[in-house]
């Protein structure tokens, strides 16, 4: 190639690339409204907590105040609580497991709802900036705590208060109700071939 195709061609580069900067630098004058966030991180697929105790972690290292409410979670240990812990967030768990483990509805619907009315209370608090509800998106789907009683809760909390869910199939409402909603999808997993499941990768 000569050095007179190599200019046209570094030319249409940085043609190209000015455009897309003028586009991206417009969409950021347009978004000046400063609130909190409902962001929902739903789907099959693997990396959801991760995804959710990730932004945690961003949120902390910029000096928020953060707070972690774990549906579903079993007492087993986990890598992400001892961390954050360490870091000053505050967690709340369950501490039942799955519902196949317990097999007694009755007693989860009671730990659910001794963990929702903790989860009310940092939903009001207008010290906690950000808050993570790990696999919440459960306790709807199985009607342990009232859907409408949860959306009042979250449209009604501290206005910089952002909040991060997770879980399958999270309910329309909660998803009409959200700012941001990625959907994890499953391609391959390892447990599905019979790989068991990696301390520090996996949990």
């Known amino acids: 190639m000569t050095d007179e195709n190599l200019d046209k061609k570094s030319a249409q580069h940085k043609k190209r690339m000015q455009s897309i900067k003028e586009k991206v630098d417009q969409r950021i004058d347009n978004a000046q409204e400063e609130r909190g966030l409902i962001i929902v991180i739903t789907g099959n697929g693997k990396g959801k907590s991760t995804s959710g105790f990730g932004t945690i972690a961003r949120a902390v290292g910029h000096g928020l105040n ?4 774990q549906y579903i979670k079993g007492t087993w240990a ?29 007693q989860d619907i009671a730990a659910a709802q001794k963990v929702w009315q903790r989860s009310k209370e940092l939903l009001k608090d207008n010290n906690i900036d950000v808050i993570l509800f790990d696999e919440l998106t459960y306790m709807l789907s199985y009607k342990y705590i009232d859907l409408d009683e949860v959306l009042d809760a979250l449209k009604n ?29 499953s391609v391959k997993h390892a447990f599905d071939n019979g790989v068991k499941a990696q301390k520090g990768i996996d949990w």
């Open 157 to 185: 909390r501290p206005i910089n208060q952002h909040v991060i869910i997770t879980g399958r199939g999270c309910h329309r409402s909660i998803i009409e109700l959200a700012d941001t909603v990625s959907e994890v999808q």
């Open 78 to 106: 986990c890598g992400e609580r001892t961390l954050l812990e360490n870091a000053g967030v505050s967690f709340e768990v369950m501490g039942t497991g799955f519902t196949w483990n317990t097999q007694d509805k009755e």
């Open 66 to 69: 953060a707070a972690v409410v």
